[in-house]
């Protein structure tokens, strides 16, 4: 899931750029691609959920727990989305 500044959820109605993204599964990794940008490999154990990685983030006014996966992959989805 992607998050806003307030920890609220992105949603492809709002941003519709967002259904251009794909994961992938390939050679046992989940990859992250979208037009005009350099693939993202994901690194399992930042998904790993850590008491420093946890996120209070809004889901349809419902409060859930979500995993910080890192700067690589904020800084991948702000240049997509908002071209930052």
Do not use: Q
């Not at 994901?42 to 959920?49: A, K, Q, T």
């Amino acid at each position: 899931m992607c998050l806003d500044l307030r920890h609220g959820a992105v949603y492809s109605m709002d941003v519709p750029k967002t259904v251009l993204i794909d994961l992938v599964f390939e050679d046992g990794k989940f990859i992250f691609k979208a037009p005009d940008m350099d693939v993202l490999e994901v690194n399992p154990e930042d998904l790993v959920l850590r008491e420093s990685n946890t996120i209070t983030c809004s889901l349809l006014d419902t409060e859930i727990k979500c995993v910080g996966c890192g700067k690589k992959y904020d800084e991948w989805f702000s240049k997509y989305i908002c071209g930052e």
